[in-house]
């Protein structure tokens, strides 16, 4: 099992410029939500999901959308990045309350 | 909203001595509890979870954590500290109907040789 796949690893975006972060599981988990981690701050809930065509918002979701299609994949899409969204990205995924999430190894975006 | 306070954003023990890493929750109904490992440069790894069953929770590598209700607490223990143990290292809370998952601000654990 792959677990929890995150594309890309890095990337830098100009202001303004617009980007969809891909998240992929493979364990046929329903809940699956994103994160940001910022440096003194923990990590902040952006967006979850329940199950495929189900979505809410967590903590932080201004600049943010997301989408949840098939039970698989849940994108997080930047609409107009701003300095502000310079951060680590973590997607994750948990089998349902019970239990923990499962992380990805997470996206390192740069917003110049 | 359920949320956490990790107390000390910093911790040095040296090797060899007792771990100690707190965690306070509020809520009025007892949630369920988590403890990450995070190493530099990758992803959440779960150390050991409360769900409503016995108080205290064995983890991986050592590590366990006790739910003290009365105390609103779920501290991180390891008796003796080794090197490999230097992390950061973050409690999490989600409420029951499993809806949202919070995480506290985090704890960095040095290991002094």
């Known amino acids: 099992n792959a677990g929890v796949t995150q594309t890309p690893k890095f990337r830098v975006l100009k202001t303004g410029q617009s980007m969809t972060l891909q998240c992929a599981q493979d364990?046929?988990?329903?809940?699956m939500s994103w994160y940001r981690q910022d440096p003194g701050m923990g990590l902040r809930l952006i967006h979850y999901?329940?199950?495929?065509?189900?979505?809410d918002q967590g903590e932080v979701p201004n600049g943010y959308n997301v989408s949840r299609s098939t039970t698989e994949d849940f994108p997080l899409r930047l609409l107009s990045a701003a300095p502000s969204q310079t951060s680590v990205y973590f997607c994750?995924?948990?089998?349902?309350?019970?239990?923990?999430?499962?992380f990805g190894s997470g996206t390192r975006l740069t917003v110049v | 909203a359920q949320s956490v306070t990790q107390l000390g954003s910093h911790v040095s023990v040296s090797e060899g001595a007792l771990v100690l890493l707190r965690c306070n929750y509020s809520?009025?109904?007892?949630?369920?509890l988590f403890w990450y490992v995070q190493y530099p440069n990758q992803g959440l790894q779960l150390l050991l979870k409360?769900?409503?069953?016995?108080?205290l929770v064995k983890g991986i590598n050592g590590f366990e954590a006790e739910f003290k209700k009365s105390e609103t607490s779920f501290h991180l223990t390891k008796p003796s500290a080794h090197m490999s143990d230097a992390a950061e290292y973050f409690c999490?809370?989600?409420?029951?109907?499993?809806?949202?998952?919070?995480f506290g601000t985090g704890t960095s654990l040095t290991v002094i040789p």
């Open positions: 994750a995924s948990r089998m349902n309350f019970n239990y923990g999430y499962t």
């Open positions: 364990m046929n988990h329903e809940y």
């Open positions: 999901s329940v199950g495929a065509g189900i979505t």
């Open positions: 809520s009025s109904v007892p949630p369920y």
């Open positions: 409360y769900t409503s069953a016995a108080t």
């Open positions: 999490a809370v989600s409420d029951l109907a499993g809806n949202q998952f919070y």
